[in-house]
């Protein structure tokens, strides 16, 4: 397995709750002598956002922090789509599952399958009223990134609700341990399915007013009992304040 496919993930969406969580794993894995490269803490300037995201999408072992936010942002979406297209979901995710993430409930999951629907006809129609609807590429391909979630929300949530993905506060009383032997198992004992470039990668999750996002790039090297490098990121644009 090379280097990049050990790479762990993390996709989180930044800002109280969700940044705390992913600041005690990071402390953690730290303690046991993993090194973790983190967009805050060592951003790339001028990467390519999509092709972190990808990459992201692309990892063996990824650590979704779920929150209403992420289940509403762009990016973290983006990072959502792109890991179950690369198949293999179920097998690739540790989910950390936060409060405010309506999943468990049928009728709350049809928010999140309403919001992506509202979010695709706002700029449908922003577009429609366009007296020159050409060289929109980049606005095109957001709208079918809206199709994308629109269409797989429902069936990914689903999956995350069915996950026994532990509590938060269960996961900080064990200091995190069943995360941490999930993914040493994953590492140590699985083929990495999706092939990528040798540099590990990560984004930072975002706010989706383009304002205040990072993206951390790098490969690291993981000590203790995992066998790989762990990158967290977190899915924003650049200037995404989140």
Same mark, same amino acid.
């Given at each position: 397995?090379?280097?990049?496919?050990?790479?762990?993930?993390? %996709?989180?969406?930044?800002?109280?709750?969700?940044?705390?969580?992913?600041?005690?794993i990071? !402390?953690?894995? !730290?303690?046991?002598? $993993?090194?973790?490269?983190? /967009?805050?803490?060592?951003?790339?300037y001028? =990467? %390519?956002?999509?092709?972190?995201?990808?990459?992201?999408?692309? =990892?063996?072992?990824?650590?979704?922090?779920?929150?209403?936010?992420?289940?509403?942002?762009?990016?973290?979406?983006?990072?959502?789509?792109?890991?179950?297209e690369?198949?293999?979901? %179920? /097998?690739?995710i540790?989910?950390?599952?936060?409060?405010?993430?309506?999943?468990y409930?049928?009728?709350?999951?049809?928010?999140?399958?309403?919001?992506?629907?509202?979010e695709?006809?706002?700029?449908?129609?922003r577009?429609?009223?366009?007296?020159?609807?050409?060289?929109? !590429?980049?606005?095109?391909?957001?709208?079918?990134?809206?199709d994308?979630?629109? /269409?797989?929300?429902?069936?990914?949530?689903?999956?995350?609700?069915?996950?026994?993905?532990?509590?938060? /506060?269960?996961?900080?009383?064990?200091?995190?341990?069943?995360?941490?032997?999930?993914?040493?198992?994953?590492?140590?004992?699985s083929?990495?399915?999706?092939?990528?470039?040798?540099?590990?990668?990560?984004?930072?999750?975002?706010?989706?007013s383009? %304002?205040?996002?990072?993206?951390?790039?790098?490969?690291?090297?993981? =000590?203790?009992? $995992?066998?790989g490098?762990?990158?967290?990121?977190?899915?924003?644009?650049?200037?995404?304040?989140?």
């Amino acid at each position: 397995m090379s280097e990049y496919e050990q790479a762990v993930f993390i %996709s989180y969406a930044w800002g109280d709750e969700r940044e705390e969580i992913v600041n005690q794993i990071d !402390q953690t894995l !730290q303690k046991r002598g $993993v090194k973790i490269t983190r /967009d805050k803490r060592d951003l790339g300037y001028r =990467g %390519s956002i999509k092709e972190f995201m990808e990459r992201i999408g692309q =990892g063996n072992c990824v650590i979704v922090v779920i929150s209403d936010k992420y289940l509403r942002s762009k990016n973290c979406m983006f990072e959502l789509v792109e890991i179950a297209e690369n198949k293999q979901f %179920s /097998d690739r995710i540790f989910p950390v599952i936060l409060p405010d993430a309506k999943i468990y409930d049928a009728v709350e999951r049809l928010d999140y399958v309403e919001f992506w629907e509202k979010e695709k006809a706002k700029l449908n129609e922003r577009i429609r009223n366009l007296p020159d609807q050409s060289n929109l !590429q980049g606005i095109r391909e957001e709208l079918d990134n809206y199709d994308r979630f629109r /269409d797989k929300i429902s069936g990914l949530t689903s999956i995350l609700k069915d996950m026994n993905a532990l509590t938060p /506060d269960m996961h900080k009383e064990s200091d995190f341990n069943q995360l941490y032997d999930a993914i040493e198992k994953r590492v140590k004992g699985s083929p990495a399915t999706p092939s990528a470039p040798d540099q590990a990668v990560a984004t930072l999750s975002e706010n989706d007013s383009a %304002s205040n996002s990072s993206i951390n790039t790098g490969g690291i090297h993981i =000590g203790g009992n $995992v066998g790989g490098n762990i990158v967290i990121g977190n899915n924003n644009q650049i200037n995404n304040k989140k």
